[in-house]
């Protein structure tokens, strides 16, 4: 049972949206907030953005684990939840309980991928990519997902506890491929919930939405 939270946002872009929506958020028990900005790589880095990613979810987990909270509520400095976000996802009771959001592409891609069934170690595409599992997860409104980005996720304390953010090889994914990839290859539910649509904030100032 989740009671305690704490509520951590990288700070790359800080929109003024995104922190009056965290001051919004709804719950009975217990919050912190950590608003973080460590970006040690400067725009000489090769892969700088990437870098400062990396290490602001690897100094946020090492921070979380020093304490007691039951669980860590991300919201990533561009994105706007809504104040039933939190109460919505730890309802899901999963490891990792996603909101959703879009991608900032010229596709409408959401971070809701689809989970195959049995013990899968690949992730599935986004819904967005097939519209009628979309209008089918939207309908369920719950439903079990393989999670891409982490902009609006709820992590239980065990998964936090096992697993580590880190980037593999020399590709060009940010680190929370590598997280949700490696907590579905160890068997951890992954769950989202259609209902919680996030806005991303974009650079030029327009808010998307996934639907």
């Known amino acids: 049972m989740i009671r305690t939270v704490q509520i951590f946002t ?22 912190s907030w950590i608003f973080q900005r460590d970006n040690p790589a400067d725009g000489s880095t090769p892969g700088g953005g990437r870098v400062n990613i990396l290490h602001q979810y690897q100094k946020a987990r090492e921070r979380f684990l020093l304490g007691n909270d039951d669980a860590m509520l991300v919201v990533e400095s561009d994105i706007i939840p809504p104040a039933d976000a939190l109460v919505k996802l730890a309802n899901l ?9 879009r991608f900032r592409s010229p596709q409408v ?8 069934e049995g013990k899968p170690r690949n992730m599935g595409e986004s819904l967005s990519v097939h519209p009628k599992k979309l209008a089918n ?45 490696d907590v579905l290859q160890a068997g951890y539910s992954q769950m989202a919930d259609m ?17």
């Open 10 to 31: 990288p700070i790359y872009r800080l929109e003024p949206e995104t922190i009056e929506a965290i001051f919004r958020l709804e719950w009975d028990g217990p919050l």
């Open 93 to 101: 009771d999963a490891d990792c309980a996603y909101g959703v959001y």
């Open 109 to 116: 891609i959401i971070n809701i991928f689809e989970r195959y």
């Open 137 to 181: 997860a939207r309908r369920r409104v719950r439903v079990p997902c393989s999670g891409a980005g982490l902009g609006c996720t709820l992590i239980k304390r065990h998964v936090l506890q096992r697993i580590q953010f880190r980037f593999e090889g020399e590709l060009g994914a940010h680190c929370d491929t590598f997280f949700n990839r």
């Open 195 to 211: 209902s919680v649509a996030c806005g991303h904030k974009t650079e030029e100032g327009e808010i998307l939405w996934p639907f």
